[in-house]
């Protein structure tokens, strides 16, 4: 387990791409924090370190959105929404996770159930004592 501080968006966004440089075929990635906490701007580096080129916003309203990276896809799901696993199911979720690409899961905690058992878990925290920007993020290899 890893644990980075963040001191401003720009510092998450610099660790997500990082991420996003380093992932590899098939990788799968889940992302839980609560509202506001920056997993959005997590995501926007993580597909820059990817190569994605254009505007990356969370698919809240469609649950994924599937961006061509420099070597390999990128798959952005949200989960926020989702009242029951079986909805993965029904966009091709195990196509997804399972394939060739690599996978980006926002609310990862609403879909504990159908998750791969090999994947990193990314939890981001606010400290308001620590300032409005201060984010705590930790990192952990499961499975």
Do not use: C
């Not at 990635?29 to 580096?45: E, I, R, S, Y």
């Not at 195990?94 to 878990?121: C, F, H, M, N």
């Amino acid at each position: 387990m890893k644990v980075v501080e963040t001191h401003a968006p720009e510092e998450t966004f610099a660790l997500g791409e990082k991420l996003g440089k380093e992932a590899e075929s098939g990788a799968v990635f889940t992302l839980d924090g609560d509202l506001g906490v920056g997993k959005t701007v997590f995501a926007q580096g993580f597909a820059a370190g990817m190569g994605v080129q254009g505007p990356v916003n969370s698919p809240t309203f469609t649950i994924v959105q599937e961006y061509e990276g420099r070597d390999l896809p990128f798959y952005h799901f949200d989960a926020y929404r989702i009242g029951d696993e079986s909805e993965m199911e029904e966009i091709g979720f195990e196509e997804y996770v399972y394939g060739d690409g690599v996978s980006l899961i926002e609310w990862a905690s609403q879909i504990s159930g159908i998750l791969p058992e090999k994947r990193t878990a990314v939890t981001l925290e606010k400290d308001p004592e620590k300032g409005f920007d201060y984010r705590k993020i930790t990192i952990e290899e499961i499975g």
